[in-house]
Structure formats: structure tokens, C-alpha cells
């Protein structure tokens, strides 16, 4: 069992296991002059419908996730694309993306006189961040630097069975290893919240597990006029053989494990205080989407993902590594997945099929490319609590 | 034929295939006849259920018996009560309950 990767440090401490360059846009209206950039280059784009004329409160989500793709550990710069007149306040983001280590530039479409102008002067500085960024090399840390992920989406019955219970295997190793492990879809915690509680490492940690799913629930009456468990388990989840809500929630939370303490709750843009399991209390609505891109704004560097059916879902900042509890959907999606856990409902024991997963962890977190890296699944979903 | 048991706690197994009725089912090296057909990843019983009693997966109760169940029925939600909401009040005063007294 390898104890070591090789990842990019970073001047703030923080380690990385890939060397991205993004393509960052600041208001809707640049996002496509920023596509073209990151098509023309092979960086990678963030683009969103924020950035003007928003809220205060919702603009300071856009402002938090922007900043946070470009302060994670995977991004040697980023290129930030303006229109010129927009909310978004680049001199600002791009000192606080300095602070972290990271670098940034900017180019504005105004400034520069037109989309096409804008268009050719961003490759130009793409370009020469790459030349810059190829310059690094890898070094050697313990896998106790890493921060991962776990996550699952486009589940069936083998989900819990053999995909998240193999999640919570290589959890569990990496943890007692010093590394850290991030679970989010917190809607999927109502229901096992006692054996959550009983997990924390503390007792405040428990009854902070215990007010969220409170607060889940009260969220759930108040504007859905629905108690949770009036909606769930789903018709759908109930065709695939989910009894009731405990039953769901369990297979949810399988993904950290049986043995790792829970060290507490973290907050959208907040990275992990020190290493262990951490709960990232991220109230949007389910969509796989928001849970990843909520990992890569905490600071993870490999989202861990997975699926029964199949899901190409990538992530800007960071690689997903796929993998699916269903011997059959592996066969029939190769292109998809990264790994096969469907062997444990063929005899393999889960200690051995986890160890596996941690060694291919280790491997993507080396360099090895992922089939979303290879697919160019990037996606960078804006999570909020609320479009309203 | 196999039927997985994922904690050794449960008093349920989930099918790895589609299941008939008189389908011998491999549960952790013992046998158990299926009473009636399920489709895959769906839940039987590996003991007697009786009405009243806690249905157990993943080593904690999902939910309760609402009808007597017995070796080898299918178990869902025609013979299951979700009393999830019970379970979690339960769970949460004694919790808190244990949090006051530290």
C-alpha cells in the first residue's frame, strides 16, 4: 500500500494534485468571449448567469465561488474575462486570490475593444501561464495531505450496497491514515442523524448534527408545506427497493464509513480545519452539481463519486474519480468509470476492494487522469440555497 | 442465487438478481427460500418478523413490521411501517438527553 502521491505544493501550504489553468468569467454577458478562450487553450472554464444585478446576498455567493475555484489547491493561475461595467469586483478578487498564492489576470472586453480583441489577448496570457505552469514539477507528500470528496448521484440498488459501502472503506483507511474526507447532500441526512451524532467527535459536534437536521426538517414544512418523509423515500427510490426514509439515509452516509469521528460542520468557501471526516453543511438543492462544486470550493483536490447508473459529471477545479456498485452498468460504461466496485457483489471483501479504490486515488492524485478528465466533463455549478 | 446482508445484525438480505418464488437464495453461506418473486435489489427475510417488531438493515431499524413476517417473505413497504419520524424524535431526546448530562 503506497503512503505517498506526487502533487504540486503550493505557496500557501496547501497541496495540489493538478496544475489547472481557468478561465474565469465575471458576469454572464463574458461568458461566451471566456469559452472560446479556454476552447482555444485546453484551460478550463468557469461560467455562470451571475455577476450583474444581483442581490447582495446572491452576489456575494457568486463572488465566494468564483474566488474559491481560483484559491483551490488543483489551480496554478486563473484568467479572469470581464465585460467591463459589471457587478463583479475583479481588482478585489484578484488581490484576494493573490493572498492565497495563487495568480490571476484579467482581461475586459470594453478594455479591450471588442469580444474577438478580448478573445485573441486571452489566449496570449493563457498561453504563457501554461508555459509558466509546465515549469513546476511534482513532489512527494503523505496521503495525509489529500482532501477528498464523497459523493453519490444516478444511484440504483447497488448504490449503498456495494459503491458507497467501498467509499466508506477507503474512507476509513485514508482517514486513519491522516487525510480527510468531506461529505455533503446533507438533505440525505434526516433519518440517520442519531448515528451521525453518535459518530461526532464531540458532543457539541453531535448536537450541531442534530439542530441541522432540525432545521432540514422545519426548512421541508414551511416551504414545501411537507413533512420529508411525506416525499421520500421517492416512487422512484421505492421501484428500486427503498423501504423508508432510514433505510435511504443509511445507504447515504455509508460513503464515510463505520470508524472516523466526525470533527465537525464546515461552511460554503470554508477549507477543512485539520484532518479527519467533516460534514460541509451546503443547504442547496440536491443536484450533484452543487455538492461537487461545494467540495472544490472546501478545498478538495479529487471528488469521489458514486453512481449505480452511470453519471459523466466532471468538475472545473478538480478531477471526479467515477465509480459505480453495478457489475453490469461497469461493462456497459467503461468510458464512464474509473472503477469497478460492482465486485464486491461478486465475493470480493470490501477491506481489499477499499484498499483498491485508496490505490487508485493515490494514483489520480499523481497524475493519472480520470475518464472525466478524459471526457472533459468540467462542470462548475454556482451552488445556492435559494434562485429567488 | 445470492441475497446480501449488510450488517450482521439485519433480519434482511437484499437480492443480487430478480427473484422467483421457491428461489433457493446464498445469504452469507445459508439458505433461504424465497416465499414469493422480487425484483432485484428489493429485501427478504431471513427469520421470523413479528407484527410490531423492528425491521433491521445496515445494523439499526429502518422501520416496523406492520403484518407478521416470515423466512424467506418479500419485505417493502406493503409490510413495512416507515415510522422514521418515531425513531429519530426517539433517537434525538435521548441524545440530547445524554448531551445535558455531560
Not at chain 1, 233 to 246: C, E, W, Y
Not at chain 1, 334 to 355: C, I, Q, W
Amino acid at each position: 500500500m503506497r503512503t505517498e502521491f506526487l502533487g504540486y505544493e503550493r505557496s500557501d501550504g496547501e497541496v495540489g494534485i493538478r496544475n489547472y489553468i481557468l478561465v474565469i468569467s465575471m458576469v454572464h454577458c463574458a461568458n461566451s468571449v471566456a469559452q472560446q478562450i479556454a476552447w482555444a487553450t485546453g484551460a478550463h472554464v468557469i461560467v455562470h448567469d451571475g455577476g450583474c444585478v444581483e442581490f447582495a446576498d446572491q452576489h456575494e455567493r457568486t463572488y465566494l465561488s468564483l474566488l474559491s475555484a481560483a484559491k483551490n489547491p488543483n489551480v496554478y493561475a486563473s484568467l479572469l474575462v470581464g465585460l467591463g461595467c459589471e457587478q463583479t469586483d475583479h481588482v478585489k478578487l484578484i488581490r484576494e486570490i493573490e493572498e492565497s498564492g495563487r495568480k490571476a489576470e484579467y482581461v475586459g472586453i470594453q478594455e479591450q475593444h471588442g469580444a474577438k480583441e478580448t478573445v485573441a489577448a486571452g489566449v496570449e496570457m493563457v498561453k504563457k501561464l501554461q508555459t509558466e505552469a509546465a515549469k513546476m514539477e511534482r513532489k512527494s507528500f503523505p496521503v495525509s495531505r489529500l482532501v477528498l470528496g464523497v459523493q453519490c448521484g444516478g444511484s440504483d440498488w447497488t448504490t449503498a450496497l456495494s459503491g458507497n459501502s467501498t467509499i466508506g472503506a477507503m474512507t476509513d483507511l485514508l482517514v486513519s491514515q491522516g487525510g480527510s474526507v468531506i461529505i455533503s447532500e446533507v438533505g440525505g441526512f434526516p433519518g440517520s442523524e442519531h448515528v451521525l451524532a453518535n459518530r461526532a467527535v464531540n458532543t457539541k459536534v453531535g448536537l450541531q448534527i442534530m439542530q441541522m437536521c432540525d432545521e432540514l426538517r422545519d426548512d421541508y414544512v414551511k416551504v414545501h408545506g411537507q413533512t420529508i418523509e411525506e416525499v421520500n423515500p421517492t416512487p422512484g427510490n421505492k421501484a428500486g427497493g427503498i423501504t423508508t426514509l432510514v433505510e435511504k439515509s443509511m445507504g447515504n452516509v455509508k460513503k464515510i464509513g463505520v470508524e472516523s469521528p466526525i470533527q465537525g460542520l464546515i461552511y460554503a468557501g470554508e477549507h477543512v480545519p485539520h484532518p479527519g471526516v467533516w460534514i460541509l453543511d451546503l443547504r442547496a438543492p440536491g443536484v450533484d452539481g452543487n455538492a461537487t462544486t461545494g467540495f472544490s470550493m472546501s478545498g478538495a483536490v479529487i471528488d469521489v463519486f458514486s453512481t449505480g447508473r452511470g453519471s459523466p459529471l466532471g468538475n472545473a477545479v478538480m478531477p471526479t474519480l467515477k465509480l459505480t456498485g453495478n457489475p453490469a452498468s461497469y461493462e456497459e460504461m467503461k468510458s464512464l468509470f474509473d472503477f469497478n466496485a460492482g465486485v464486491v457483489l461478486e465475493g470480493a471483501s470490501l477491506e481489499e476492494t477499499g484498499k483498491a479504490l485508496l490505490e487508485k486515488v493515490i494514483s489520480v492524485a499523481s497524475g493519472e487522469e480520470t475518464k472525466s478528465e478524459i471526457n472533459g466533463n468540467f462542470e462548475y455549478l454556482i451552488p445556492r440555497e435559494s434562485r429567488h | 442465487m445470492i441475497a446480501w446482508r449488510v450488517d450482521p445484525a439485519d433480519n434482511v438480505a437484499v437480492a443480487a438478481q430478480a427473484v422467483k418464488a421457491g428461489d433457493v437464495l446464498n445469504v452469507g453461506g445459508i439458505d433461504v427460500i424465497a416465499v414469493s418473486d422480487m425484483p432485484v435489489g428489493h429485501k427478504l427475510a431471513l427469520c421470523d418478523i413479528p407484527k410490531g417488531t423492528m425491521v433491521i438493515k445496515y445494523g439499526v431499524p429502518i422501520g416496523k413490521a406492520s403484518e407478521d413476517i416470515h423466512t424467506g417473505d418479500y419485505v417493502h413497504t406493503h409490510n413495512v411501517e416507515d415510522i422514521t419520524t418515531l425513531l429519530c424524535e426517539e433517537y434525538a431526546t435521548a441524545y440530547r438527553r445524554k448531551a445535558a448530562e455531560q
